[in-house]
C-alpha cells in the first residue's frame, strides 16, 4: 500500500473542507451534485474524446499503482539473476529451462527462454529493449489520460460556474432560486481546481515515477541477460548491475 497518496487525498480534502468551516461556513455547501455532474462527467467526457480505448483501459489498469508499491526490491531481482547466472556457469544454461517454467513475470521469463535458446547477447539486448522501450511508452501515454484530465478540469468547472451564473440570471425575479445557482457556480469551479491539483495531476505525476522505475528495472534485467549469455563472472555481475541502485540502498556484503 502507497501510504503516501492516501495521506495526500486525506489531507487535500481536509484542508478544503477545513478552510470552509474556519471561515464559519458549512461543510455541506460543498456538496453540489449538480456541480459533481458537470465537472467529472465533462471532465471525463474530454478525455474519452481525446484517447482511444486502449488508453483509456490501460489508465485504469494502472491506477492501482498509485494506492499500491510495486514488488521492485532490485536488490532482490539482483539476487535472482545471480543464482540463474550461477546455476549457468555450473550446469549449463539449459539447465535453467526447468525454472523459468515458474516464473510469473513476461519480461524475465521472455529473455531467460532468449538466453537458454543460446541466442546471441546483441540480440537479447535489441529484441528485450524494444519491449521494454513500448512497455514505458504505452504506460507513460496511459499516465497523461489522467495529466490531461488534470487539464481539462478547470475549464469545465469554469463551464459549470457559468452555466450557475445563467441559472441565477434566468430566475432574477425568483429570489429564493438565486441561492443555489450560485452555490452551483462557485462550487463547480472548486471542484474543477481541486480535482485537477489533488487527484488527476499527482496521479500523474505518480504513475510516470513508478513508470520510470519499472524502466530501471527492465534495463537492469537486460543487462544481466546479456551477461548471462556471455557466460560472465557471476561476483563481476553483481557489480555492474548494483550499478543501479543508489549507494545507500545497496545490499552489504
Known amino acids: ?59 485504469i489498469k494502472m491506477l492501482r499503482l498509485a494506492f499500491f508499491e510495486q514488488d521492485e526490491n532490485l536488490n532482490s531481482t539482483i539476487k535472482e539473476l545471480i543464482n540463474y547466472a550461477m546455476i549457468a ?4 544454461l539449459l539447465a535453467l529451462e526447468s525454472r523459468i517454467r515458474a516464473i510469473k513475470e513476461p519480461f524475465l521469463k521472455k529473455g531467460l527462454y532468449l538466453v537458454v535458446d543460446g541466442a546471441d547477447s546483441n540480440l537479447i539486448k535489441e529484441v528485450m529493449e524494444v519491449d521494454a522501450i513500448y512497455e514505458e511508452e504505452r504506460s507513460i501515454v496511459a499516465a497523461k489520460v489522467f495529466e490531461s484530465a488534470g487539464g481539462y478540469a478547470p475549464t469545465i468547472g469554469i463551464i459549470g460556474a457559468i452555466l450557475g451564473l445563467i441559472q441565477v440570471m434566468e430566475n432574477l425575479a425568483d429570489p429564493t432560486r438565486l441561492g443555489a445557482g450560485i452555490a452551483v457556480a462557485f462550487v463547480a469551479t472548486i471542484y474543477g481546481l481541486a480535482s485537477a491539483n ?46 543501479f541502485i543508489a549507494m545507500k540502498y545497496r545490499k552489504k556484503k
Open 89 to 92: 556457469r555450473r550446469e549449463g
Open 198 to 243: 489533488i487527484v488527476w495531476l499527482p496521479f500523474a505525476g505518480k504513475l510516470k515515477i513508478k513508470t520510470r522505475k519499472d524502466a530501471v528495472r527492465k534495463e537492469m534485467l537486460i543487462e544481466g541477460f546479456v551477461s548471462i549469455a556471455d557466460g560472465e563472472n557471476p561476483r563481476y555481475m553483481e557489480e555492474k548491475l548494483d550499478g
Open 1 to 59: 500500500m502507497d501510504i503516501l497518496t492516501l495521506i495526500g487525498l486525506l489531507l487535500g480534502v481536509l484542508a478544503i473542507a477545513g478552510g470552509q468551516m474556519l471561515e464559519g461556513g458549512s461543510i455541506f455547501s460543498l456538496l453540489q451534485p449538480t456541480a459533481a455532474v458537470i465537472v467529472f462527467g465533462g471532465t471525463i467526457a474530454a478525455v474519452l474524446i481525446q484517447y482511444p480505448m486502449s488508453s483509456v483501459i490501460q489508465s
